[in-house]
Protein backbone atom coordinates (compact mmCIF):
# COMPACT_ATOMS: atom_id res chain seq x y z
CA UNK A 1 0.00 0.00 0.00
CA UNK A 2 1.11 3.34 -0.77
CA UNK A 3 1.17 6.36 1.36
CA UNK A 4 1.18 9.86 -0.66
CA UNK A 5 1.53 13.20 1.69
CA UNK A 6 0.69 16.70 0.18
CA UNK A 7 1.15 19.49 1.77
CA UNK A 8 -0.69 22.11 -0.24
CA UNK A 9 -2.24 25.00 0.95
CA UNK A 10 -4.48 25.13 -2.02
CA UNK A 11 -5.76 21.92 -2.17
CA UNK A 12 -9.49 20.47 -1.37
CA UNK A 13 -10.25 19.00 1.55
CA UNK A 14 -10.87 15.37 1.36
CA UNK A 15 -13.81 13.62 2.17
CA UNK A 16 -12.67 10.24 4.47
CA UNK A 17 -15.36 7.88 3.50
CA UNK A 18 -14.59 8.77 -0.27
CA UNK A 19 -11.25 8.37 -0.13
CA UNK A 20 -10.96 5.14 2.34
CA UNK A 21 -13.50 3.32 0.68
CA UNK A 22 -12.71 0.93 -1.87
CA UNK A 23 -15.05 0.46 -4.31
CA UNK A 24 -15.20 -3.55 -4.78
CA UNK A 25 -17.52 -6.13 -7.13
CA UNK A 26 -19.47 -9.10 -5.51
CA UNK A 27 -19.21 -12.35 -7.29
CA UNK A 28 -22.47 -14.17 -8.11
CA UNK A 29 -22.08 -17.11 -6.65
CA UNK A 30 -18.77 -17.27 -4.09
CA UNK A 31 -19.97 -14.08 -2.18
CA UNK A 32 -16.41 -13.07 -2.11
CA UNK A 33 -15.36 -8.91 -3.38
CA UNK A 34 -12.60 -8.24 -5.22
CA UNK A 35 -11.37 -4.70 -6.10
CA UNK A 36 -12.22 -3.35 -9.09
CA UNK A 37 -8.72 -2.41 -10.27
CA UNK A 38 -5.78 -4.54 -10.12
CA UNK A 39 -3.71 -1.57 -8.84
CA UNK A 40 -2.37 -1.20 -5.17
CA UNK A 41 -4.99 0.99 -3.46
CA UNK A 42 -3.02 4.34 -2.13
CA UNK A 43 -4.35 6.60 1.08
CA UNK A 44 -3.46 10.12 0.54
CA UNK A 45 -3.36 12.94 3.52
CA UNK A 46 -3.41 16.62 2.53
CA UNK A 47 -2.51 19.42 5.18
CA UNK A 48 -4.85 22.46 5.66
CA UNK A 49 -3.45 25.81 5.34
CA UNK A 50 -4.02 26.58 8.88
CA UNK A 51 -1.99 22.92 9.25
CA UNK A 52 0.95 23.82 7.16
CA UNK A 53 1.06 27.54 8.56
CA UNK A 54 1.61 26.22 11.67
CA UNK A 55 4.24 24.13 10.39
CA UNK A 56 6.29 27.33 9.24
CA UNK A 57 5.79 28.94 12.38
CA UNK A 58 7.28 26.01 14.05
CA UNK A 59 9.97 25.90 11.30
CA UNK A 60 10.99 29.64 12.13
CA UNK A 61 10.86 29.08 16.02
CA UNK A 62 13.04 26.16 15.50
CA UNK A 63 15.79 28.58 14.22
CA UNK A 64 15.69 31.37 16.87
CA UNK A 65 18.10 30.29 19.26
CA UNK A 66 16.50 29.59 22.93
CA UNK A 67 19.48 31.35 25.18
CA UNK A 68 20.37 34.92 24.42
CA UNK A 69 23.96 34.55 23.91
CA UNK A 70 24.67 38.43 23.85
CA UNK A 71 23.10 39.01 27.28
CA UNK A 72 24.74 36.07 28.77
CA UNK A 73 28.76 37.39 27.61
CA UNK A 74 27.71 40.92 28.58
CA UNK A 75 26.84 39.56 32.60
CA UNK A 76 29.55 37.17 32.57
CA UNK A 77 31.75 40.16 31.67
CA UNK A 78 29.99 42.21 34.19
CA UNK A 79 30.53 39.67 37.05
CA UNK A 80 34.20 39.10 35.69
CA UNK A 81 35.10 42.92 36.35
CA UNK A 82 32.95 43.65 38.77
CA UNK A 83 30.27 45.97 37.78
CA UNK A 84 27.75 43.20 38.04
CA UNK A 85 25.03 44.58 40.53
CA UNK A 86 21.74 42.22 42.05
CA UNK A 87 19.15 43.17 44.63
CA UNK A 88 18.87 40.70 46.67
CA UNK A 89 14.99 41.39 47.71
CA UNK A 90 14.44 41.39 43.73
CA UNK A 91 16.54 38.24 43.66
CA UNK A 92 14.27 36.48 46.58
CA UNK A 93 11.24 37.96 45.31
CA UNK A 94 11.69 36.05 42.20
CA UNK A 95 12.66 33.03 43.82
CA UNK A 96 9.84 32.63 45.70
CA UNK A 97 7.85 33.26 43.12
CA UNK A 98 8.85 30.45 41.20
CA UNK A 99 8.58 28.14 44.29
CA UNK A 100 5.10 28.93 44.80
CA UNK A 101 4.43 28.33 40.78
CA UNK A 102 6.06 25.34 40.63
CA UNK A 103 4.16 23.99 44.06
CA UNK A 104 0.81 24.88 41.92
CA UNK A 105 1.64 22.72 39.22
CA UNK A 106 2.46 19.59 40.87
Request: hydrophobic fraction near 35%.
Amino acid sequence: MTIEINNQANSPRLNAREDLSVQTRGSEKGGKTQPESASIPSDTVSLTETAAMMQKIQDSLSRIPVVDTGRVESIKAAIADGSYKMDSEVLADKLSSFERQLAESL
